[in-house]
C-alpha cells in the first residue's frame, strides 16, 4: 500500500482545509473532436495533450508566482462578475419552470468549464450577437437545468448546453469566453433574440407560469434587467419590465467619461404589434401588458430607433391583439371550457325543454278530455 508523503490528521469534531490549484486547457482536436488536458492526467495521454499539458503548466506556474490574496481576490472579482448576468424566478416555481438551485447549479457548472477572458467586459459586435438566441425558451427545457452528481453528468450537461447554443445562433458568443456564455444563457432562457435594430422577447404568452428575470443583458452599451411578473386580480395581466442598469463603465471612468459627453444611448421598448408610441427605458423600469396576437409575434421590442419600432407598428397593423385573462386564482395555467361541451350542454337543454313541453301539452289534453266527458254524462 502507497503511504502519501504527507498526511493530514483531523482530530475529532476538527475540521481541515485544503485547497487544490487546477488548470485546464482546451482546443479543438483534429477530426471536429475536443481535447482536454489538465494537470494530473492519466499514464496515457491524447496524443495531442503534451501540448496542453506545457500550456497548463506555464499557466499553474504563473498562478503559484502569485500571492495568495492576490491570486483569491482576482478569482472572487472573476466570479463575482460573472454572477452579475443570469436568470431568476421571483416567485414560486411551476413545475414545468427550474428552480433557483437547479438554474445557479447548471450555469455555474457551464461557466467553470468555459475559459475565462478576464473581468473586463469583451466588447462585441452586430455581427456577434446577431440571431442569438434563435430559438423557444429554455426555461421550460428540463435537460438543460440539471443538479449534477458526477464527471459524467457535469460533461454531458456542458455538452448539451454547448450543442443548444451553437445551434441557436450564439456561436460567436461562446467563443468569446464565460462573460458571454452567461450573456447567451441568460438571452436563452426568456427567449429574447437579437435581430438587426432591435432585441425581442420572442417567448409564448401561454408558457408563462411563474415570475421570472434575466438580468445584466448587454445591449447597445446598456444593462437591461428583463422581468416577467404575474399579476393576479381582476383587471390585471402579466407584465413586462426592460431595465437598463449601470453604465458598463468601471466606476473610477464614470466621471471622465461624463465630462466627455460620453452616455449611454437612449433605449425604447413597446409591446406586441407596437400599438401606441414607444416608451423610453431608463433605470427606472417601464411596464408592458403582455398581448398575445394572431398570428403570434414577440411579446416585446427594444431598439435605439424609435423610427424602426414605428416600422415594426406598420408592419403588425392587420394583426389581431388581445389581452390575456389576469384573473388566475395562482391555478397553473387557464382553465377553458371546449366547444364540444357547449355543444353537448346545448343540445341536452333542447331535449329537455322539447321533453318538459311535452308533458305540459300531455297534461292539458288529459285534462281537457275529462271536462269534456263530464259535461255529456250529465
Request: contains cysteine.
Amino acid at each position: 500500500m502507497d503511504v502519501p508523503e504527507k498526511e493530514i490528521r483531523v482530530p475529532d469534531a476538527g475540521q481541515e482545509s485544503l485547497q487544490l490549484l487546477t488548470v485546464m486547457q482546451v482546443a479543438a482536436a483534429s477530426g471536429g473532436q475536443r481535447a482536454t488536458s489538465a494537470m494530473g492526467a492519466g499514464p496515457e495521454p491524447h496524443p495531442v495533450s503534451h501540448e496542453f499539458a506545457a500550456k497548463a503548466a506555464e499557466e499553474l506556474h504563473s498562478l503559484l508566482s502569485l500571492k495568495k490574496k492576490a491570486f483569491h481576490s482576482e478569482h472572487t472579482l472573476a466570479w463575482h462578475e460573472l454572477w452579475q448576468s443570469g436568470a431568476l424566478v421571483l416567485s414560486d416555481s411551476h413545475p414545468s419552470i427550474p428552480d433557483n438551485a437547479e438554474i445557479y447549479a447548471s450555469i455555474y457548472y457551464l461557466l467553470s468549464s468555459t475559459p475565462n477572458n478576464g473581468s473586463k467586459p469583451h466588447p462585441f459586435s452586430e455581427e456577434d450577437r446577431a440571431n442569438c438566441f434563435r430559438g423557444p425558451a429554455t426555461m421550460h427545457t428540463a435537460s438543460l437545468w440539471q443538479i449534477p452528481h458526477s464527471h459524467s453528468s457535469v460533461a454531458g450537461l456542458v455538452s448539451h448546453w454547448v450543442k443548444t447554443l451553437r445551434g441557436k445562433g450564439c456561436e460567436n458568443l461562446i467563443t468569446q469566453g464565460a462573460q458571454m456564455v452567461a450573456q447567451a444563457v441568460s438571452l436563452s432562457f426568456l427567449g429574447l433574440h437579437h435581430v438587426p435594430n432591435h432585441l425581442e422577447l420572442a417567448l409564448n404568452p401561454a408558457s408563462i407560469q411563474a415570475d421570472v428575470q434575466v438580468r445584466n443583458l448587454h445591449y447597445r452599451d446598456q444593462r437591461l434587467t428583463v422581468t416577467i411578473k404575474l399579476m393576479y386580480g381582476a383587471a390585471h395581466h402579466v407584465l413586462v419590465s426592460a431595465q437598463p442598469g449601470i453604465v458598463p463603465w468601471p466606476p473610477h471612468e464614470v466621471g471622465t467619461a461624463k465630462k466627455n459627453g460620453l452616455s449611454p444611448p437612449a433605449l425604447f421598448a413597446c409591446p406586441a404589434s407596437c400599438k401606441g408610441d414607444p416608451q423610453l427605458i431608463s433605470v427606472k423600469a417601464g411596464s408592458f401588458p403582455v398581448i398575445a396576437t394572431k398570428p403570434a409575434t414577440p411579446l416585446l421590442y427594444i431598439s435605439l430607433s424609435k423610427d424602426h419600432l414605428y416600422q415594426l407598428q406598420n408592419r403588425s397593423s392587420t394583426f389581431y391583439t388581445y389581452h390575456l385573462p389576469g384573473e388566475h386564482h395562482h391555478e397553473w395555467g387557464v382553465h377553458t371550457v371546449s366547444p364540444a361541451v357547449w355543444v353537448i350542454l346545448t343540445f341536452v337543454l333542447i331535449i329537455f325543454h322539447l321533453f318538459l313541453i311535452r308533458v305540459i301539452y300531455n297534461e292539458y289534453c288529459s285534462a281537457n278530455s275529462s271536462g269534456s266527458a263530464l259535461r255529456f254524462g250529465r
